[in-house]
């Protein structure tokens, strides 16, 4: 969700003698040639690659912008090398669900040691598609090529990272309770959601996220399994078809692999359909919406065997949130704050697979594969004295709940401002008592409401921005730094216009020194997102 990164695997201490450029290409050299010490995790540090072109690095992508459209990212990397290349067709901030950030990831393909191209969760089909046509133009041109490796040696078996730390070691924790947030009469379904991990090795600090490894709806699986007209307890690798639909493969969009797979069990007008939406098409305009439910149904005459049908799935992956607890006020527990997707397209109720697992199939006490997230630029200032300007509509609230939590058990003397929105106030200001609480303590100094559908005109965080614009202004110019958490392609843009507008409106800078003002705030880190 936010711009993380797992730890780097190989480290120069740094007592060596050597600046920290020095060090992070020296790292990055290092884990290129001993290769991933964990598979899907960061192993690569930005830098050149000696006699190849130069790796894949976040502070040379002016493309890394999520709300940016991907024929746009590509064309701006069009004379890029081979990594940079790679690196755009995600362009997703670091959001770390895949293990890697984005330069990672880009590298880790481009030098052979990453064969799966469907970790990019927020580029979803667009992103796998474009890493594959990349694939096929650089050949043999790219990275480790068949000249220098061996294809039929023998691969050792990646150890594991720290138990607790990467989504190939996960620890389990207890799951304690869920609580609604909303009061009666909104039209949202949001949780708190709290686990026991005193039994894990896992620390965290405020900003990190969890991930957390969810079921599908056993109800969905069973659709699954009549359509196929298959039986649910037929082994397959050692499980029963029903268990590796619930646990390991995912439902929602259906993968270019099952249109392919399903494009040779038809004829005719349903195989040009399937082959055209194997190839990213939209024939019926409805592509957008067709699960792996769904796409069974467009083809009913094309049912394949149980085992096949599952090798063109893809697998499920596990869902990253950020957490919304201190260590420090919630010792040996984390939170955290979900919205439950359910919608409702052609008479099917839909579900999201994660957050409605969290929100109503998962018992108290149950164990949960979980693993923690390390946050990448995403932190409060390490000098407490200094001020702090969240913003959050609806669930972005939760790091900055975790951070309010943290001010309060460290007696920050730092000023706290929190511009935080949702659709009506009466049901759904999450954590009032709570908010209202620390700012009668005097911990929170400001906070900004802002609700779209109370009243005749809609009214969001970015308006409240720039109604308190003398006053925000005055806390950046001395010194305060800026969050925002929430959605990267709207309200997170939103309030980038926001912060420019204000420094044109209150620090009469004109409108290419309010864009570098904001482009200052980023690189000194005192802008941060937390975006998705």
Same mark, same amino acid.
Request: aromatic fraction near 6%.
């Given at each position: 969700m936010s711009e993380h990164v797992a730890p780097p695997l190989v480290l120069i201490p740094e007592t060596a003698p050597f600046s920290d450029d020095q060090r992070s290409w020296l790292s990055g050299y290092f884990a290129?040639?001993?290769?991933?010490? $964990?598979?899907?995790?960061?192993?690569?540090?930005?830098?050149?690659?000696?006699?190849?072109?130069k790796l894949a690095d976040n502070d040379d992508a002016p493309w890394h912008d999520p709300a940016m459209p991907l024929p746009e990212r590509m064309d701006m990397a069009r004379e890029r090398p081979e990594p940079q290349k790679l690196m755009a067709a995600m362009a997703?901030?670091?959001?770390?669900?895949?293990?890697?950030?984005c330069a990672d990831y880009a590298n880790a393909i481009f030098l052979k040691k990453e064969?799966? @191209?469907?970790?990019?969760?927020?580029?979803?089909?667009?992103?796998?598609?474009?890493?594959?046509?990349?694939?096929?133009?650089?050949g043999t041109a790219g990275g480790v090529t068949a000249k220098t490796v061996d294809a039929?040696?023998?691969?050792?078996?990646?150890? @594991?990272g720290p138990l607790g730390y990467c989504r190939e070691n996960p620890v389990e924790a207890t799951f304690l309770f869920r609580e609604r947030l909303n009061a009666p009469g909104g039209e949202k379904e949001t949780w708190h959601i709290e686990f026991d991990l005193t039994d894990t090795p896992i620390e965290y600090v405020v900003g990190d996220s969890l991930g957390l490894f969810p079921t599908n709806a056993p109800a969905l699986v069973d659709a699954v399994i009549a359509e196929l007209g298959s039986r649910p307890e037929r082994m397959i690798g050692g499980k029963t078809l029903r268990q590796r639909l619930i646990a390991d493969y995912a439902l929602?969009?259906?993968?270019?692999?099952?249109?392919?797979?399903?494009? @040779? @069990?038809?004829?005719?007008?349903?195989?040009?359909?399937?082959?055209?939406?194997?190839a990213g098409e939209d024939p019926d305009g409805d592509a957008a919406h067709l699960d792996v439910l769904g796409a069974l149904h467009k083809f009913p005459g094309a049912r394949p065997?149980?085992?096949?049908?599952?090798?063109?799935?893809?697998?499920?992956?596990?869902?990253?949130? &950020?957490? &919304?607890?201190?260590?420090?006020a919630d010792p040996g527990?984390?939170?955290?704050?979900?919205?439950? $997707?359910?919608?409702?397209?052609? &008479?099917?109720?839909?579900?999201?697979?994660?957050?409605?697992?969290?929100?109503?199939?998962?018992p108290e006490s149950t164990k949960v594969k979980v693993y923690l997230q390390k946050a990448h630029g995403f932190a409060l200032p390490e000098d407490l004295s200094k001020d702090v300007i969240m913003c959050g509509p609806g669930?972005?609230?939760?790091?900055?709940?975790?951070?309010?939590?943290?001010?309060?058990?460290?007696?920050?003397?730092?000023?706290?401002?929190l511009f935080y929105g949702h659709q009506r106030q009466a049901s759904d200001f999450f954590y009032r008592d709570e908010l209202n609480g620390l700012k009668d303590a005097r911990v929170l100094t400001r906070l900004s409401l802002a609700w779209s559908r109370d009243g005749t005109e809609k009214t969001y965080v970015q308006d409240r921005m720039r109604e308190n614009g003398a006053e925000l202004w005055k806390w950046l110019e001395e010194g305060a730094h800026f969050y925002v958490c929430g959605d990267a392609k709207r309200m997170a843009k939103d309030v980038e216009r926001a912060i420019i507008d204000v420094a044109g409106a209150h620090g009469g800078k004109n409108p290419d020194e309010a864009v570098a003002y904001l482009a200052h705030l980023k690189k000194s880190g005192r802008y941060q997102a937390d975006v998705y």
């Open positions: 290129a040639l001993l290769g991933p010490a $964990v598979e899907g995790a960061t192993a690569l540090a930005p830098g050149a690659l000696p006699g190849g072109p997703q901030q670091d959001c770390g669900q895949c293990g890697y950030n064969e799966r @191209l469907n970790l990019c969760q927020p580029g979803g089909k667009d992103t796998l598609r474009m890493l594959k046509k990349l694939e096929e133009e650089f039929d040696a023998p691969k050792a078996e990646a150890p @594991l929602g969009g259906a993968p270019d692999a099952l249109y392919q797979l399903l494009s @040779l @069990l038809t004829a005719g007008e349903a195989r040009r359909k399937a082959q055209a939406l194997a065997d149980a085992e096949v049908f599952l090798e063109a799935l893809d697998a499920l992956q596990p869902r990253l949130y &950020s957490i &919304s607890s201190s260590p420090k527990r984390v939170s955290l704050t979900v919205d439950a $997707v359910r919608y409702t397209h052609r &008479s099917r109720l839909r579900l999201g697979v994660a957050s409605t697992h969290l929100g109503e199939r998962m669930t972005g609230i939760a790091p900055f709940r975790a951070f309010l939590r943290e001010r309060a058990a460290t007696k920050a003397p730092g000023r706290n401002w």
